[in-house]
């Protein structure tokens, strides 16, 4: 703001720093001015400077900020002008200082919280909250939200248990059908293989596979994809182990539905002389110990203490106590080299796998004298499949683990294994398994929970050799956010993990490439209302 006075004092003008809006311009007299006169007149424009001065923010204001209303004026300007400053950070403090009270306070009984966050607003304008009592009342419809998701996730986790343990319907009709049809169709029964074919289940020219389930339709998935990715299809030969109560079905549905060229061999558990009692006492011990049966059949949430547990955790505890982990047909694997005596090779498949790929250079690996060529699982990123160490499979504060395992062993998968059984018979791997069975149930299965792959892992302690992950992609019945253009390039994928492609709960993206290899087309599917999503 500039002051400027004419040469011949006729004249005052007041302006503002730029010079070209005068805000104020006075004319006097021409002659006679006294300096009483000048005096007063200077004294006057000292009073009207600051009301000047408003006039020249407000015109700063409005072109800087846009704000061309007075009451907006008075906002930004009056507490300035009348010395005050600016409350809004001392306020923040105070706030902060009641939260860490309320933080350290229990909750007033009887505080009737709201049931949304609008009716909160509505009651802090009808009922005038203070600060405390609006902080109180955040903090416990926020800890009554987190104990509602998380009650919500625990119940999440054990439908999906029950969902992952249970038999479909589709599934289940299907078996009986088939178990039905044995009876009285002598079709259905005929002998598998033919006769003629028999001796080409102990030739060891031919690619021998083995696969032990009671899900016909599963096992139909890993026969029909295994023939179909095979480059010489002629030279496979399949052997089919189920239980008693799913042999008719099984043995029907391959009796009706031939897999030509490949052959295939059906055989019950009851069938194989070797299975008695007296050669496996172990396995008989965990199906028909009262402590085992009710750890994996019982109330999975009774004695938890939830608020303790991570969801994760908790899965992971669910996935231990499945029922298949007692199953005869889950441990008899580690009995190949005396079901099949006359082979020398085979790949042991799951019935949660697809092949992809031909497999037959699984036979050419040279396995350097080792029993079982398997993927690693140490050497993913991923935290649930391909990170696995033995650290995460057994109890080290046990002093018999701690003492002759090491935690950061690398472990291997179960479901596409090539053994080597003229290796395995050498070896004590069978009394080794046997004997760390025998020490889980005496610890009261303190050493370990996750069913067959731990004592596997000990048992075959020194006789693995390691085969490149391409062969066996794992975790399709886990991760939601697997890649698809990986699946597409593994000679086996497997669906490990509760998702099974069969179920609803499997993952949609992921279903498609076991339901190719479903015959929807089939009487027995149709009619069982088994139908592709």
Known sequence: MQLHFSPSMRSIT?????????????KVAARHISYRTLFH??????FLLPFVFILTALVTLEGVNKCSSFDCL???????????????GRLVKDFYKILNQVNTEEIPDGLKL??????LVSEMKNDQYDAKTFAFMLRAMMEKLEKELRESKFAELMNKHFAASSIPKGIHCLSLRLTDEYSSNAHARRQLPSPELLPVLSNNSYYHFVLST???????????SAVQSSLEPEKIVFHIITDKKTYAGMHSWFALNPVSPAIVEVKGVHQFDWLTR????????????N???????????????LSDTTPRTFASKLQARSPKYISLLNHLRIYLPELFPNLDKVVFLDDDVVIQRDLAPLWEIDLRGKVNGAVETCKGEDEWVMSKHFRNYFNFSHPLIARHLDPDECAWAYGMNIFDLRAWRKTNIRETYHSWLKENLKSNLTMWKLGTLPPALIAFKGHVHPIDPSWHMLGLGYQSKTNVENVKKAAVIHYNGQSKPWLQIGFEHL???WTKYVNYSNDFVRNCHILES
């Not at 302006?15 to 006075?26: E, R, V």
């Open 511 to 513: 279903r498609p490439f």
């Open 14 to 26: 007041i302006s503002s720093n730029n010079g070209f809006i005068d805000l104020m311009k006075i």
């Open 41 to 46: 007149t200077i004294l006057i424009l000292a």
């Open 74 to 88: 008075g906002r930004r300007l009056g507490p300035r002008l009348l010395g005050r400053v600016d409350d809004s």
């Open 291 to 305: 402590g085992i049966r009710n750890y994996y059949h019982g109330n999975h949430v009774a004695g938890a203490n």
């Open 114 to 119: 709201p049931d949304s966050f609008s009716q």
């Open 214 to 224: 009671d899900n016909i339709l599963a096992a139909s998935v890993v026969v029909t």
């Open 278 to 289: 007296e050669n496996v006492p172990v396995l008989e011990a965990v199906e028909n110990h």
